[in-house]
């Protein structure tokens, strides 16, 4: 079956802009993670959904970065104001009723 | 907290003979171990997890890893190396009684020489 999808595979941006992220999930996944990969800090956990729960937002590095998931599927990651130190891969994960997370071929972000 | 910790950058291997990449976590509680393989330009790929019973797992691949407590260690194993093994290798890991994401290692760089 299809797998996690991202969108777009590769973006370009210029500092102080926003930028906007989007990760399909395995079709029934009711879990959702975004994660960061840089050179300098490895992969990160910044996001986690859960069904209709709150979602958990302990990983989000500053007010900068938002996220949402709506209609418990499609979720999209938001930078606003975008710095240079925010250029990294951004992976999204989705997962069903195991432990097992399943990741996308991630965005890579690049901030000039 | 959660930590893992992947001792070696980087592991070289000649084709066809055993390697091993080494994991330590620490957790608080029981812990969840998996390792997932990345190559260049792609996503993070299942290799396998460790939930509970046998402590030595099989995977994708011909991949296993044995989970031992006392040592708190889940290295990766592979009996005859592949020159497409060759790879990026993160281990991770989540508390059983914690939240659900996990806690990624700095990764392995394996490279098998044919």
């Known amino acids: 079956g299809a797998g996690v999808s991202q969108s777009p595979s590769n973006k370009v941006t210029e500092k102080g802009k926003d930028v906007e992220l989007r990760c399909d999930p395995i079709?029934?996944?009711?879990?959702l993670y975004w994660y960061r990969q840089s050179l300098g800090q490895g992969l990160e956990f910044l996001i986690y959904?859960?069904?209709?729960?709150?979602?958990?937002k302990s990983g989000l590095p500053s007010d900068r970065f938002s996220a949402e998931r709506t209609g418990g599927s499609v979720s999209t990651l938001t930078i606003q104001r975008t710095q240079q130190e925010d250029s990294a891969v951004y992976l999204c994960?989705?997962?069903?009723?195991?432990?097992?997370?399943?990741f996308g071929p991630g965005t890579r972000l690049l901030v000039l | 907290a959660q930590s893992v910790a992947q001792p070696e950058d980087q592991v070289n291997v000649a084709e066809g003979n055993p390697l091993t990449v080494k994991c330590t976590y620490s957790?608080?509680?029981?812990?969840?171990l998996f390792w997932y393989v990345q190559y260049p330009n792609r996503g993070l790929q299942f290799l396998l997890k460790?939930?509970?019973?046998?402590?030595l797992v099989k995977g994708s691949y011909g991949f296993e890893a044995e989970f031992n407590k006392s040592q708190t260690s889940f290295h990766l194993k592979k009996p005859s190396a592949l020159v497409s093994d060759s790879a990026l290798y993160f281990c991770?890991?989540?508390?059983?009684?914690?939240?659900?994401?996990?806690?990624f290692g700095s990764g392995t760089q394996l490279t098998v020489l044919p």
């Open positions: 994960a989705s997962g069903g009723a195991g432990e097992t997370q399943y």
């Open positions: 079709s029934g996944h009711t879990a």
């Open positions: 959904f859960q069904g209709n729960s709150a979602p958990d």
């Open positions: 957790v608080s509680g029981n812990p969840y």
């Open positions: 460790y939930i509970t019973g046998d402590n």
């Open positions: 991770a890991v989540r508390d059983k009684g914690a939240a659900r994401q996990l806690t």
